[in-house]
DNA sequence: ATGCCGTTTGTGAAACGA
Protein backbone atom coordinates (compact mmCIF):
# COMPACT_ATOMS: atom_id res chain seq x y z
CA UNK A 1 0.00 0.00 0.00
CA UNK A 2 1.58 3.47 -0.68
CA UNK A 3 0.35 6.42 1.24
CA UNK A 4 1.04 9.71 -0.03
CA UNK A 5 0.85 13.22 1.78
CA UNK A 6 1.03 16.19 0.60
CA UNK A 7 -0.29 20.15 2.32
CA UNK A 8 -1.04 21.56 -0.95
CA UNK A 9 -2.20 25.41 0.21
CA UNK A 10 -5.67 25.64 -1.63
CA UNK A 11 -6.41 22.63 -3.85
CA UNK A 12 -8.74 24.89 -6.20
CA UNK A 13 -5.51 27.00 -7.22
CA UNK A 14 -3.38 23.27 -7.51
CA UNK A 15 -6.45 20.76 -8.50
CA UNK A 16 -4.27 20.17 -11.92
CA UNK A 17 -0.94 20.10 -10.57
CA UNK A 18 -2.48 17.42 -7.65
CA UNK A 19 -4.02 15.39 -10.58
CA UNK A 20 -1.50 15.28 -12.37
CA UNK A 21 0.89 13.39 -9.65
CA UNK A 22 -1.99 11.11 -8.88
CA UNK A 23 -2.17 10.09 -12.82
CA UNK A 24 2.07 10.01 -12.54
CA UNK A 25 2.40 8.21 -9.10
CA UNK A 26 -0.80 6.49 -8.58
CA UNK A 27 -0.57 6.12 -4.96
CA UNK A 28 -3.69 4.10 -3.43
CA UNK A 29 -3.91 6.78 -1.03
CA UNK A 30 -3.13 10.59 -0.91
CA UNK A 31 -4.06 12.93 1.76
CA UNK A 32 -4.47 16.69 1.69
CA UNK A 33 -4.26 19.26 3.93
CA UNK A 34 -4.93 22.88 3.80
CA UNK A 35 -7.49 22.78 0.64
CA UNK A 36 -8.58 26.05 1.60
CA UNK A 37 -12.52 25.25 1.03
CA UNK A 38 -15.74 24.11 1.91
CA UNK A 39 -16.51 20.37 0.55
CA UNK A 40 -18.79 21.45 -2.43
CA UNK A 41 -16.21 23.66 -3.51
CA UNK A 42 -13.70 20.60 -4.10
CA UNK A 43 -12.70 20.10 -7.36
CA UNK A 44 -13.52 15.90 -6.83
CA UNK A 45 -14.17 15.91 -10.84
CA UNK A 46 -10.60 16.94 -11.43
CA UNK A 47 -9.16 13.82 -9.37
CA UNK A 48 -12.20 11.27 -10.26
CA UNK A 49 -11.13 11.72 -13.84
CA UNK A 50 -7.72 9.76 -13.09
CA UNK A 51 -9.49 7.14 -10.66
CA UNK A 52 -9.94 8.91 -7.16
CA UNK A 53 -12.61 8.97 -5.01
CA UNK A 54 -12.54 12.06 -2.13
CA UNK A 55 -13.42 12.14 1.33
CA UNK A 56 -13.19 15.56 2.65
CA UNK A 57 -13.27 17.61 6.24
CA UNK A 58 -13.64 21.39 4.77
CA UNK A 59 -14.16 24.89 5.96
CA UNK A 60 -14.10 28.20 3.94
CA UNK A 61 -10.69 30.10 3.57
CA UNK A 62 -8.52 28.61 5.82
CA UNK A 63 -7.25 24.89 6.79
CA UNK A 64 -8.71 21.87 5.78
CA UNK A 65 -8.17 18.29 5.03
CA UNK A 66 -9.40 14.94 2.44
CA UNK A 67 -8.48 12.00 1.53
CA UNK A 68 -8.28 10.28 -1.91
CA UNK A 69 -8.39 6.99 -3.04
CA UNK A 70 -8.51 4.30 -5.53
CA UNK A 71 -11.00 1.94 -3.52
CA UNK A 72 -13.67 3.26 -1.44
CA UNK A 73 -12.66 4.10 2.71
CA UNK A 74 -14.40 4.38 5.70
CA UNK A 75 -14.28 7.43 7.44
CA UNK A 76 -13.91 7.44 10.92
CA UNK A 77 -14.00 10.81 12.63
CA UNK A 78 -13.92 14.28 11.10
CA UNK A 79 -11.90 16.30 13.88
CA UNK A 80 -10.40 14.61 16.90
CA UNK A 81 -11.73 13.65 20.11
CA UNK A 82 -12.15 16.35 22.49
CA UNK A 83 -11.82 19.21 19.79
CA UNK A 84 -14.76 22.08 20.38
CA UNK A 85 -17.51 21.90 17.73
CA UNK A 86 -17.28 24.33 14.95
CA UNK A 87 -13.09 23.96 15.58
CA UNK A 88 -10.73 24.43 12.77
CA UNK A 89 -10.69 21.78 10.12
CA UNK A 90 -7.69 19.78 10.31
CA UNK A 91 -8.25 15.95 10.98
CA UNK A 92 -9.86 13.02 9.52
CA UNK A 93 -9.14 9.41 9.81
CA UNK A 94 -10.66 6.53 7.72
CA UNK A 95 -10.49 2.82 7.58
CA UNK A 96 -8.55 1.10 4.40
CA UNK A 97 -8.56 -2.71 4.26
CA UNK A 98 -6.96 -3.30 7.37
CA UNK A 99 -5.33 -0.06 7.62
CA UNK A 100 -6.63 3.10 9.79
CA UNK A 101 -5.28 6.08 8.19
CA UNK A 102 -5.32 9.59 10.33
CA UNK A 103 -4.53 13.01 8.19
CA UNK A 104 -3.54 16.00 9.93
CA UNK A 105 -2.67 19.39 9.56
CA UNK A 106 -1.04 20.82 13.22
CA UNK A 107 -1.35 24.15 14.17
CA UNK A 108 1.25 26.64 13.12
CA UNK A 109 1.56 27.89 16.55
CA UNK A 110 3.07 31.32 15.10
CA UNK A 111 0.18 33.76 15.35
CA UNK A 112 -2.26 34.60 18.52
CA UNK A 113 0.97 35.01 20.71
CA UNK A 114 1.01 32.66 23.78
CA UNK A 115 -2.31 32.18 23.09
CA UNK A 116 -1.91 30.70 19.57
CA UNK A 117 0.82 28.54 21.23
CA UNK A 118 -0.79 26.62 23.39
CA UNK A 119 -3.30 26.15 21.09
CA UNK A 120 -0.87 24.24 19.24
CA UNK A 121 0.27 22.51 22.18
CA UNK A 122 -3.07 21.68 23.29
CA UNK A 123 -4.08 20.28 19.32
CA UNK A 124 -0.54 18.03 20.07
CA UNK A 125 -1.85 16.87 23.37
CA UNK A 126 -5.40 15.71 21.78
CA UNK A 127 -3.55 13.99 19.49
CA UNK A 128 -1.14 12.04 22.01
CA UNK A 129 -4.47 10.70 23.56
CA UNK A 130 -5.67 9.68 20.46
CA UNK A 131 -2.91 7.91 19.24
CA UNK A 132 -2.40 6.31 22.73
CA UNK A 133 -6.04 5.01 21.89
CA UNK A 134 -5.40 3.60 18.57
CA UNK A 135 -2.74 1.97 19.81
CA UNK A 136 -4.61 0.60 22.56
CA UNK A 137 -6.98 -1.20 19.50
CA UNK A 138 -4.01 -3.31 18.38
CA UNK A 139 -4.79 -1.91 14.91
CA UNK A 140 -2.28 -0.63 12.17
CA UNK A 141 -2.11 2.67 11.34
CA UNK A 142 -0.22 5.59 9.89
CA UNK A 143 -0.81 9.12 11.66
CA UNK A 144 0.40 11.41 8.40
CA UNK A 145 0.55 15.36 7.23
CA UNK A 146 1.90 17.95 8.18
CA UNK A 147 2.83 18.31 11.55
CA UNK A 148 3.90 22.19 11.82
CA UNK A 149 7.39 20.53 13.85
CA UNK A 150 10.65 20.17 13.07
CA UNK A 151 11.90 17.18 15.42
CA UNK A 152 15.48 18.39 16.06
CA UNK A 153 17.82 20.86 14.60
CA UNK A 154 18.65 18.41 11.56
CA UNK A 155 15.27 18.73 10.51
CA UNK A 156 15.83 22.65 9.51
CA UNK A 157 18.21 24.77 7.35
CA UNK A 158 20.57 27.56 9.27
CA UNK A 159 18.76 30.67 9.06
CA UNK A 160 15.37 28.97 7.75
CA UNK A 161 13.87 29.53 11.46
CA UNK A 162 14.18 31.36 14.75
CA UNK A 163 15.42 29.92 17.14
CA UNK A 164 11.83 31.01 19.26
CA UNK A 165 9.49 29.48 16.33
CA UNK A 166 6.53 27.45 17.65
CA UNK A 167 8.11 25.11 14.80
CA UNK A 168 11.37 24.48 17.05
CA UNK A 169 10.22 25.12 20.47
CA UNK A 170 11.60 23.17 22.76
CA UNK A 171 7.77 22.50 23.75
CA UNK A 172 6.44 21.48 20.45
CA UNK A 173 9.58 18.77 19.89
CA UNK A 174 8.79 17.60 23.58
CA UNK A 175 4.87 17.00 22.54
CA UNK A 176 6.59 15.62 19.35
CA UNK A 177 8.58 13.26 21.36
CA UNK A 178 5.67 11.94 23.48
CA UNK A 179 4.10 11.30 20.63
CA UNK A 180 6.78 9.29 19.48
CA UNK A 181 7.05 7.34 22.61
CA UNK A 182 4.16 5.88 22.15
CA UNK A 183 5.55 3.72 20.18
CA UNK A 184 5.28 5.38 17.00
CA UNK A 185 8.26 5.38 13.98
CA UNK A 186 8.87 8.23 11.68
CA UNK A 187 9.18 6.54 8.50
CA UNK A 188 11.39 8.94 7.10
CA UNK A 189 14.01 8.74 9.55
CA UNK A 190 14.02 4.63 9.75
CA UNK A 191 15.25 4.46 6.34
CA UNK A 192 17.38 7.81 6.32
CA UNK A 193 18.38 8.00 9.63
CA UNK A 194 21.12 11.32 8.57
CA UNK A 195 20.52 12.50 5.40
CA UNK A 196 19.88 16.42 5.35
CA UNK A 197 15.73 15.86 4.11
CA UNK A 198 13.12 19.26 3.78
CA UNK A 199 9.29 18.84 2.39
CA UNK A 200 8.79 22.87 2.78
CA UNK A 201 10.81 25.33 0.97
CA UNK A 202 8.90 29.40 2.11
CA UNK A 203 8.06 31.13 -0.65
CA UNK A 204 10.00 33.75 0.81
CA UNK A 205 13.23 35.34 0.47
CA UNK A 206 14.40 32.31 -2.35
CA UNK A 207 14.34 29.90 -0.15
CA UNK A 208 14.00 27.45 -2.18
CA UNK A 209 17.16 28.47 -4.91
CA UNK A 210 18.69 28.54 -1.71
CA UNK A 211 18.15 24.89 -0.15
CA UNK A 212 16.52 26.61 3.34
CA UNK A 213 14.00 24.12 3.79
CA UNK A 214 11.99 22.35 7.15
CA UNK A 215 11.30 18.63 7.38
CA UNK A 216 7.65 19.03 9.00
CA UNK A 217 5.44 16.99 6.93
CA UNK A 218 5.66 13.54 8.38
CA UNK A 219 4.51 9.98 8.69
CA UNK A 220 4.10 8.55 11.80
CA UNK A 221 3.86 3.83 11.76
CA UNK A 222 2.36 1.81 14.12
CA UNK A 223 4.86 -0.93 15.32
CA UNK A 224 3.80 -3.32 12.78
CA UNK A 225 3.34 -0.53 9.85
CA UNK A 226 6.50 0.02 11.15
CA UNK A 227 8.26 -3.54 10.13
CA UNK A 228 6.32 -3.60 6.81
CA UNK A 229 7.76 -0.03 5.42
CA UNK A 230 9.65 -0.84 2.51
CA UNK A 231 10.34 2.46 1.26
CA UNK A 232 9.62 6.40 1.72
CA UNK A 233 10.15 9.22 -1.51
CA UNK A 234 10.00 12.90 -0.50
CA UNK A 235 8.60 14.20 -4.41
CA UNK A 236 10.99 17.42 -4.08
CA UNK A 237 10.64 17.43 -8.03
CA UNK A 238 7.32 18.86 -7.52
CA UNK A 239 8.33 21.94 -5.46
CA UNK A 240 10.03 22.86 -9.37
CA UNK A 241 6.78 23.00 -10.87
CA UNK A 242 4.70 26.14 -12.04
CA UNK A 243 2.81 27.54 -9.78
CA UNK A 244 3.73 25.09 -7.04
CA UNK A 245 2.65 24.58 -3.28
CA UNK A 246 5.02 25.47 -0.43
CA UNK A 247 5.08 21.73 0.80
CA UNK A 248 6.15 18.44 -1.66
CA UNK A 249 4.47 15.02 -1.29
CA UNK A 250 5.90 12.51 0.99
CA UNK A 251 5.03 8.99 0.41
CA UNK A 252 5.73 5.74 1.85
CA UNK A 253 5.32 2.31 0.94
CA UNK A 254 4.00 -0.55 3.31
CA UNK A 255 4.22 -3.89 2.29
CA UNK A 256 2.01 -6.77 2.76
C1' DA B 1 14.06 44.42 12.87
C1' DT B 2 11.20 43.98 8.65
C1' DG B 3 9.86 42.46 4.23
C1' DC B 4 10.60 39.21 1.22
C1' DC B 5 5.61 35.44 -1.38
C1' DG B 6 1.16 33.33 -1.98
C1' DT B 7 -4.02 32.43 -1.10
C1' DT B 8 -8.61 33.89 0.36
C1' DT B 9 -12.13 37.23 0.70
C1' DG B 10 -14.22 40.27 -2.16
C1' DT B 11 -13.02 43.90 -5.40
C1' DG B 12 -9.39 47.10 -0.53
C1' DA B 13 -6.50 45.80 2.40
C1' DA B 14 -5.94 42.48 5.78
C1' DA B 15 -5.54 37.86 7.85
C1' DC B 16 -2.86 33.93 7.81
C1' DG B 17 0.90 31.06 6.93
C1' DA B 18 6.02 28.68 8.56
Redesign the pocket.
Known amino acids: MRIATW?V??????AALVADFLERVQPDVLLL??I???AH?FPGDAFAAAGYRAEVFGQ????GVAVLSREAVEVRARGLPGEAEGAAARYIEVGLRDVIIGNL?L??G???GAD?FQAKLDWMARLRVHAAALMATDRDFVLAG?Y?VCPTDADYAKGA?GAD???VRPESRAAFRALMWLGLTDAVRALHPAETLYT?W????GAWQRDRG?R?DHALLSPRMAERLESVVIAKAERDRT?PS??VPVMVTIGD
Open positions: NNSVRIRQEKCEQKSYNYPNNSGGDNLDALFDYQALIQDH
